[in-house]
């Protein structure tokens, strides 16, 4: 079993950026691609980005280039930067984590976007 601990959500105006942090307690290093979706209420968890073994990334259109997802290997952290945010932004935020083939997700973080 796997567990993932996300921090970092909170209240931000509009424009204003976030980091989120996604603890494992699993070497992150032995996963197969770590990343990061969001829910918003009344909407379906929606894909942002992904970042593998190699540290490549993909991202959502909806997200490119304003989101960052790096990882930190030594600290089996999962990062997600967040610049130029939005109100359609505000959700919560889950990070997941596939070891082999099983995937574990995060209790979520909320992050909320003032107009």
């Known amino acids: 079993q796997v567990q993932l601990v996300e921090s970092g959500g909170g209240l931000v105006q509009f424009g204003g950026s976030l980091r989120l942090s996604c603890a494992a307690s699993?070497?992150?290093?032995?996963?197969?691609?770590m990343g990061w979706y969001r829910q918003a209420p009344g909407k379906e968890r929606e894909f942002l980005a992904t970042?593998?073994?190699?540290?490549?990334?993909n991202y959502a259109d909806s997200v490119k280039g304003r989101f960052t997802i790096s990882r930190d290997n030594d600290k089996d952290t999962v990062y997600l930067q967040m610049n130029s945010l939005k109100p359609e932004d505000t959700a919560v935020y889950y990070c997941?984590?596939?070891?082999?083939?099983?995937?574990?997700w995060g209790q979520g973080t909320q992050v909320t976007v003032s107009s």
């Open positions: 970042i593998g073994s190699s540290s490549s990334a």
């Open positions: 699993r070497s992150i290093l032995s996963s197969t691609a």
């Open positions: 997941y984590g596939n070891w082999w083939g099983y995937v574990y």
